[in-house]
């Protein structure tokens, strides 16, 4: 009886992590993180949108001194940029909608990827860069990652 209970506790535990890793995108190609961030974007799900892209990669490439940073020094910055560049995201959203893009051919080189976002009688390119387990959006257009610009 004890065994049987364990087992049934066992399964559980296994068909809950399959259910919960089911609503979790995989990114492991450019196209399927800009089909990710669209579908974001259609939904008004900014916070999803944001998420999907490649600030701790921007804050390591433009702060000279970001690893001298304590981690929870990185993770208040990082909430403030995710913040903001939420704020650029919802300001463009209603014209990004209007555009209905879509996403052409990815150029992958490395570690970065280019690819347009065409719609609108406008494109509107997109770099990505691969974090090593998945594709993260670097810039959209004119729109970057980084705080104030």
Do not use: H
């Not at 066992?10 to 089909?35: M, W």
């Not at 704020?87 to 052409?104: H, P, S, V």
């Amino acid at each position: 009886m004890r065994a049987s209970l364990f087992l049934c506790a066992g399964l559980l535990a296994a068909l809950a992590v399959g259910i919960a890793g089911c609503g979790k995108a995989k990114l492991d190609t450019p196209e399927a993180c800009l089909k990710a961030f669209d579908a974001a974007m259609r939904r008004g799900d900014i916070a999803k949108a944001t998420q999907l892209v490649a600030l701790d990669k921007w804050a390591a490439d433009n702060a000279t001194d970001w690893n001298s940073y304590a981690p929870s020094q990185r993770d208040l910055i990082l909430g403030r940029m995710r913040e903001e560049f939420g704020q650029k995201l919802e300001a463009i959203r209603q014209t990004y909608l209007q555009a209905n893009y879509q996403a052409g051919a990815a150029q992958i080189q490395g570690e970065w990827a280019t690819l347009p976002l065409t719609g609108g009688g406008s494109a509107l390119p997109v770099i990505l860069y691969f974090n090593g387990n998945e594709w993260r959006i670097y810039s959209l257009g004119d729109l970057r990652v980084g705080m104030g610009e």
